[in-house]
């Protein structure tokens, strides 16, 4: 299995009967929980995932975002459902240096990163991904949207206990959803 994204067979919609989110016109928004499907919460319980937040990146054509890792540096996941946002293309990246000096902060819904510059990282992978996908958001990333509006629906995942999974341990617990690759 690929250690950054993962295709996944998942059908149900993220979100609750009524939530559009082509009305989202912020860059990022973060979701109550309450609003998330309660068969995708279901699905993940037994197989000993929770949820314990969501949100909502809405990227216009020509948007590129900056490289970064969610929350800290390390390794831990996301379920993305990407809507739309043809032809864009997410990357990973390595750290050339672990003692690399990097931007610490926090985005618009008081969450936290690591902003990394490209000249302290190393090209590692990129795909497009268009619906589910399993992502590695622990490791320097971006997101490059060329031709259309791009709407990522994002689960961030824990054990039951509240742990951030790794991606080995969410493959694991993901197995059966997983799409395998070439």
């Not at 990097?102 to 190393?122: A, M, N, P």
Request: contains cysteine.
């Amino acid at each position: 299995m690929n250690i950054y994204c993962n295709p996944l067979t998942l059908t149900i919609p993220p979100l609750r009967d009524g939530y559009d989110i082509t009305k989202v016109t912020v860059p990022h928004l973060a979701i109550d929980v309450a609003d998330i499907n309660p068969e995708i919460k279901e699905i993940l319980f037994k197989l000993g995932i929770t949820v314990e937040w969501a949100e909502i990146f809405y990227r216009m054509p020509g948007a590129i975002g900056y490289i970064h890792s969610d929350l800290k540096a390390g390794d831990f996941t996301k379920i993305n459902w990407i809507y739309k946002g043809n032809q864009s293309i997410m990357t990973w990246y390595t750290v050339n240096d672990a003692d690399v000096k990097y931007t610490s902060g926090l985005t618009s819904t008081d969450t936290k990163y690591i902003r990394y510059s490209s000249d302290d990282v190393t090209f590692a992978y990129s795909t497009n991904i268009l619906g589910p996908a399993l992502v590695q958001v622990g490791a320097p990333h971006t997101v490059i949207n060329p031709v259309e509006d791009r709407y990522c629906v994002c689960l961030c995942l824990s054990d039951l206990h509240g742990k951030r999974l790794t991606m080995a341990e969410s493959q694991n617990l993901l197995q059966d959803y997983i799409i395998a690759s070439n």
